[in-house]
């Protein structure tokens, strides 16, 4: 997992309100990242208006069913919900998963009992 200073967070978002999206110049002065990894700190962390409160009803089901037309493919499904992350829809992908398993455990369980 790559490490990122507060000091380098903070001097990513001064050079984007500076010079944009111009994510080579920002690595150059930045000096510690490469232009890729400035670009996707910006777009997963440090971007605003990306939304951290629990996804709600509606957010999973557009998850659920983008993930039925796009499969795995994160980025793609989070550029339909805008203020999301693909970190944070793959998470929320996972998590709707694993409620999944654990009600199939339960109804097995159920179908042994009776």
Request: with cysteine.
């Amino acid at each position: 997992m790559l490490k990122w200073s507060s000091q380098e967070d903070a001097a990513v978002i001064n050079l984007y309100e500076v010079c944009g999206p111009q994510w080579v110049t920002i690595s150059r002065i930045l000096g510690t990242k490469s232009a890729k990894q400035c670009s996707q700190r910006w777009h997963s962390t440090l971007r605003p208006g990306i939304n951290r409160r629990p996804f709600t009803t509606i957010e999973h089901e557009a998850v659920r069913r983008l993930y039925c037309v796009h499969g795995a493919r994160w980025a793609r499904i989070s550029s339909s919900l805008p203020d999301r992350n693909p970190g944070m829809v793959k998470a929320s992908w996972e998590e709707m998963e694993e409620e999944r398993k654990r009600i199939r455990a339960r109804m097995s369980v159920a179908r042994l009992l009776n």
